[in-house]
């Protein structure tokens, strides 16, 4: 038993090791993809190609009954999260990425954790912590560094609009998760049908904005990764992973490993030079979001 234990604690690790490889590199993704597309194009044919990888997924889990019994029984609260999920989200996120360096709008997307727990207050009734105020302070020093180039103290923003759409994409991130929270459900049943729901509003846009033009091939192929990792097989992997591990914990706090991981691959792909407001704001983030999540406060405890 222990044997058999300890193959799905390690098969866990990889699985969790491959969705944070995934995730490291869809930052690169999406700004070497808007090279070739509009923001909007991006996530339209992504938001595509992610439905399909959900129905297979709903096809090989046999889930279809109970696809169409939420459908029946919120469908309306599907259009809901369908309009924040693909659609605004990742509208409003690809358009940071369209204005601001790769390495700006990665480490200010970290900051939906603290953002989600400070909003749990008011919408789940959930209890506000000292460690939450804490979290969000240190967090959004770590925003003012970035968003200033690392100069706090003189608050002059390069590209204020930019940071204003990567910070409220995290906004509509954490409105996405915690409509979902109130549903309930499969994660797979209700990601497609959020997809599918969002897919007409990507539509409406793009018949607003003009209609459809063709991208170039490579535009295609950055999309299609984008829609395949970014928006599917991550979150299956990384799904797949907390089912087979016995610590939830241990494998949660991989995820660290992705926004150094990213910062690299957008060093090396993209051409960035990483600047040393960038890290020095990424190191804040990811300590507040580290005070929140009370990893900090048991490694000190361990030691």
Known sequence: MTDARSVDNRRAYLLALAAVLCWSTVASAFKLSLQYLSPLQLVSIAALVSTLVMAIVVTRQGRWVEFRTAWRRGWYRYLALGFCNPFLYYLVLFNAYDRLPAQEVLPLNYTWGVLLALLSVPVLKQQLRLQDLVAALVCY???????????????????????????????????????????????????????????????????????????????????????????????????????????????????????????????????????????????????????????????????
Request: proline share 5%; charged share 5%; with cysteine.
């Open 141 to 303: 020093c770590g925003v003012l560094v970035i968003a200033t180039g690392g100069n706090p103290l003189h608050l002059q923003f390069a590209d204020p609009l930019g940071v204003a759409l990567a910070l409220f994409s995290t906004l509509v991130w954490c409105c996405f998760w915690l409509l979902n929270t109130r549903i309930g459900g499969s994660a797979p049943v209700n990601l497609l049908l959020s997809f599918l729901c969002g897919l007409p509003w990507l539509a409406a846009a793009l018949m607003v904005q003009g209609g459809w033009q063709w991208p170039p091939l490579a535009g295609w192929l950055g999309a299609i990764y984008v829609g395949l990792f970014e928006m599917g097989i991550a979150f299956l992997l990384w799904q797949a992973a907390l089912m087979a591990c016995d610590n939830t914990a241990r494998i949660s706090n991989l995820i660290y490993l992705s926004p150094p991981l990213s910062l690299v691959l957008i060093a090396i792909l993209v051409g960035e030079k990483i600047q040393m407001a960038t890290i020095v704001g990424l190191v804040l983030i990811m300590l507040g979001v580290s005070i929140q999540q009370g990893i900090l406060r048991r490694w000190i405890y361990r030691r």
